[in-house]
């Protein structure tokens, strides 16, 4: 698993290069504030380490959360807002396709992430949750899972996410992996 990950994500940075310069012009050019955007997450045991994502909101964006709290659409210890009004004009057609994501491939290449496993967790996330969903910190968290597979938006109940990484971990292959990759690539 982990020299797929080297290896994809290596590739993966290689070639997507022009991608990433032209996303960083966009970036720049549409609002003040960096091009990446790093923030504190739970890896494998519960490790902590810098994720790295092209940045789609404005750059206060983390001080303006707390305003938002009673718009959560997940039950659970997740924040998701559909129309977020902290998001950039570009930010919203970055995150459609996901391509807020592609610096997450640095990540995979540096060990902090593979391509497939749990998402990772911001921290004060961890703090609440319940025992059987500590597990999610068991294997280390990738890019894309089940639950970006299955569904990502359409599932509100961080139990039933909890549940399908769970699956996951239980079941875990390169064969699944393949398989999830090959599903989030419409997903």
């Known amino acids: 698993k982990r020299l797929f990950d080297i290896v994809a994500s290596g590739a993966g940075l290689l070639i997507l290069m022009p991608i990433f310069a032209l996303v960083a012009i966009i970036i720049k050019t549409a609002?003040?504030?960096?091009?990446?955007?790093?923030?504190?997450r739970c890896g494998l045991n519960g490790?902590?380490?810098?994720?790295?994502?092209?940045?789609?909101?404005?750059k206060d964006a983390e001080e303006k959360l707390a305003e938002l709290l009673n718009h959560n659409e997940m039950n659970g210890p997740v924040f998701k807002m559909k129309n977020?009004?902290?998001?950039?004009?570009?930010?919203?057609?970055?995150?459609?396709?996901?391509?807020?994501?592609?610096?997450?491939l640095w990540n995979v290449?540096?060990?902090?992430?593979?391509?497939?496993?749990?998402?990772?967790?911001?921290?004060?996330?961890?703090?609440?949750?319940?025992?059987?969903?500590?597990?999610?910190?068991?294997?280390?968290?990738g890019i894309t899972c089940l639950w970006q597979a299955n569904g990502r938006n359409r599932i509100v109940d961080f139990d039933e996410w909890a549940k399908l990484d769970l699956e996951y971990i239980d079941n875990w292959s390169l064969w699944l992996d393949f398989k999830i990759l090959l599903k989030t690539i419409p997903a």
């Open 31 to 40: 609002s003040k504030g960096p091009v990446f955007f790093g923030q504190k």
């Open 47 to 58: 490790r902590t380490f810098t994720l790295c994502k092209f940045r789609t909101m404005d």
């Open 84 to 104: 977020d009004p902290r998001l950039t004009k570009i930010g919203g057609f970055l995150r459609k396709f996901s391509i807020d994501e592609l610096p997450q």
């Open 109 to 141: 290449f540096k060990g902090d992430m593979g391509l497939v496993g749990p998402r990772p967790p911001i921290p004060s996330e961890v703090q609440q949750y319940d025992s059987w969903q500590r597990r999610r910190l068991s294997m280390r968290p």
